[in-house]
């Protein structure tokens, strides 16, 4: 069964402190891998999806990388606003498709 | 970007009711969309997969006729809570995905659902 594993659950971080979220996956063969953004009470906003092992995507302090077994989200510099929960998702490959989440790591942002 | 819509936002009704609600796609069509359901600090948990024009397919544990689902347009996706009960209370959140392998999901806002 296709596993995700999201660490930290939380994190707390001055404004201006880089870190980065980790998401570990098992899955039978990968045919994506998404991150998402939640805020409290909304439905999860797209960030990036990556396809394969050595892809990199980025959008303003955000980096998003993938290997074979995990994907790391870079935040640089952070600021408070970027305070959500962030969700990482697999998709499997193989003629159902379904896209398993893991539950997210809570970023705080302090300013 | 593709926006999905979610009505109502919030719902309170009685034990024993039924609850609609509605998933739209504002932006582009959708062969298929989902709908999850998100306990507080849990994961999305996917509820079924809805497909234009065909009969949904729900995962495991999930009951068909408590959970109903009609995907009657490339647009619009319709879940109803039959006969709700307390701990049918949850975050209700509904995706739509463009043909195309792989794609991303678009997520609604949510509906927030209370039982009394």
């Known amino acids: 069964e296709d596993q995700v594993t999201q660490s930290p659950e939380a994190l707390r971080l001055q404004e201006g402190e880089s870190s980065s979220l980790n998401c570990s996956y098992t899955v039978s063969g990968l045919r994506g891998l998404f991150w998402y953004r939640q805020d409290p009470g909304k439905g999860p906003e797209f960030l990036f999806t990556l396809y394969s092992a050595g892809e990199e995507k980025e959008k303003e302090r955000l980096k998003a990388t993938l290997t074979k077994k995990e994907s790391f989200l870079h935040i640089t510099a952070p600021k408070p606003e970027d305070s959500a929960t962030y969700l990482c998702a697999v998709q499997a490959a193989g003629g159902y498709q379904k896209v398993t989440f893991g539950t997210g790591t809570k970023l705080q942002v302090i300013p | 970007g593709a926006v999905v819509s979610q009505h109502p936002s919030r719902v309170i009704c009685k034990s024993g009711t039924s609850v609609k609600i509605e998933c739209r796609s504002l932006d582009f069509q959708a062969t298929t969309m989902f709908w999850y359901r998100q306990f507080p600090k849990q994961s999305l948990m996917l509820m079924a997969t809805?497909?234009?024009?065909?009969?949904?397919?729900?995962e495991q544990g999930v009951e068909k006729d408590k959970f109903l689902i009609n995907h009657a347009s490339l647009t619009l996706s319709t879940l109803t809570v039959t006969s709700a009960h307390p701990e049918d209370s949850s975050f209700y959140i509904c995706?739509?995905?463009?043909?195309?392998?792989?794609?991303?999901?678009?997520f609604g806002p949510g509906t927030r659902l209370t039982v009394l």
């Open positions: 995706s739509a995905r463009v043909a195309g392998l792989p794609s991303e999901q678009f």
């Open positions: 809805s497909n234009e024009g065909s009969k949904a397919t729900y």
